[in-house]
């Protein structure tokens, strides 16, 4: 404007900056001495360090989740003209199609890794206990990991010598059984009045043989792929440990800025629920187990430690599992002997009772608080769903579930 005097940008006897202490702005150094030379506008200087030599110009470094600004300035948005919608809408309808075609052909995967989530989830209150304890987290995990090892190595030690037992008795007595069907006279009249071997020999062609030999095979390769998708597991298990704060901290940055805090604290509740669910039945199941291997030895059932995995294996399944390793210790006793039976059913009535009135809720208590029936529903639409492995992660999602109900869906309804 006219009649306005300009300030000027150099001012002083000795030329001193009058400028402001932002990049890319004129600085102003009281008592800095020097004349202006030619381009030093705009221009950010290094800082005299104490010796009084010019160090490398600070710069603040942009965060882990903010855009470096190396590659430009985003522009602006394109216009939302009718045939640029129509192409945007066309292309998310084939990405969604894209994204079904690949959840379905990956859903076997896609389970072992749900799997592998909430093992790292569960486990990972451990490794933060081992951290407060003075251990690094690359330490912390790989003790964490090798007593999970442990844990299924010696699991398998138990259960498989006792079938590898008995079959090889039942192969060995094979004959003998034979033999004594072959002297019964009731087995001999039957067998000539439907004429089995006439069918026995009829049933053993080439036919029948190869479906054996498939048979053979296909039993192979679930025994293969089962080690496979274990082996799998464990491998992810150890990744998402590794790097589970890094997993968590990038989860929350892709939620707006404005929101973030308050997810931070609900995602944060739900892994602690979830974590300190998983331990505590994890910690039902070993004390159901020792239980079991305890009674076991004193009323003199064969195979204690493998009946005692098999309960405390079972007692992980919500609702009816301890019920189920119950039935297989009964029916053993009953194999070994009558009272032995009687005293089986009598011992797991009165620990399911002290188990689901006093073990449970003490333990249960911080971590999850479910309905009955919610847990029951729950249950059993993850066993439709996923098998044994959705009832076990079925409470827990309930769970989290029904916070998110509580502090998000049901006061958005309140405030309408």
């Known amino acids: 404007m006219a009649g306005v005097p300009r300030t000027p940008l150099l001012s ?29 506008e705009g221009v950010t200087r290094p800082e005299p360090d104490a010796a009084g030599e010019g160090g490398p110009p600070t710069v603040d470094e ?61 486990l990972h209150p451990a490794v933060v206990r081992l951290r407060r304890w003075g251990l ?6 790989a003790v964490v990991t090798l007593t999970l090892l442990l844990l299924i190595v010696g699991g398998l030690l138990a259960l498989v ?42 049933a053993a062609n080439a036919d029948t043989i190869g479906r054996a030999l498939g048979g053979v095979l296909g039993g192979a390769q679930l025994i293969f792929g089962t080690l496979f998708r274990a082996l799998t597991v464990l491998v992810l298990t150890i990744y998402f440990l590794a790097y589970f704060d890094k997993l968590r901290n990038l989860g929350y940055a892709l939620v707006p800025r404005s929101r973030r805090q308050r997810v931070r604290l609900i995602g944060d509740e739900i892994l602690t629920r979830v974590g300190a669910y998983m331990v ?22 064969p195979y204690p430690f493998a009946l005692a995995v098999v309960v405390a294996v ?50 249960m208590r911080r971590a999850v608080s479910v309905n009955e029936v919610a847990a029951l529903l729950a249950a059993l639409l993850g066993v439709s769903l996923l098998g044994v492995v959705g009832a076990l992660i079925a409470i827990p999602t309930v769970a989290a579930l ?8 049901l006061p958005r309804q309140e405030s309408r």
């Open 314 to 363: 079972t007692d992980l399944i919500p609702q009816i599992g301890a019920t189920l390793g119950a039935l297989v210790v009964s029916l053993v006793g009953f194999a070994t002997d009558l009272p032995v039976g009687v005293a089986c059913l009598v011992f797991f009535l009165v620990y399911q009772q002290v188990e689901n009135y006093l073990i449970y809720p003490k333990i």
């Open 12 to 40: 002083g006897k000795n030329g001193s900056h009058a400028g402001r202490g932002t990049s890319g702005e004129v600085l102003m150094g009281e008592g800095t001495s020097g004349d202006a030379r030619p381009g030093d």
């Open 161 to 202: 010598p006792p079938v590898v037992t008995q079959s090889g008795q039942f192969i060995a007595h094979l004959p003998g059984y034979v033999e004594e069907l072959r002297r019964n006279e009731t087995v001999n009249d039957l067998v000539e009045r439907y004429d089995v071997m006439e069918r026995v020999q009829e």
């Open 62 to 122: 942009p965060t882990e989740f903010e855009p470096s600004g190396r590659f430009g300035v985003p522009g602006k948005p394109l216009r939302r003209s009718p045939f640029l919608v129509g192409l945007t809408g066309a292309l998310g309808v084939l990405l969604a199609y894209t994204i079904f075609l690949g959840i379905r052909n990956s859903a076997g995967i896609l389970v072992l890794v749900v799997i592998a989530i909430f093992l790292a989830v569960g």
């Open 280 to 301: 505590g039945a994890l910690a039902i199941a070993v004390l159901a187990g020792a239980s079991t291997f305890v009674f076991a030895l004193a009323v003199g059932l």
């Open 136 to 141: 690094p987290h690359g330490l912390a995990v």
């Open 402 to 409: 029904q916070l998110i109900l509580r502090e998000v869906v």
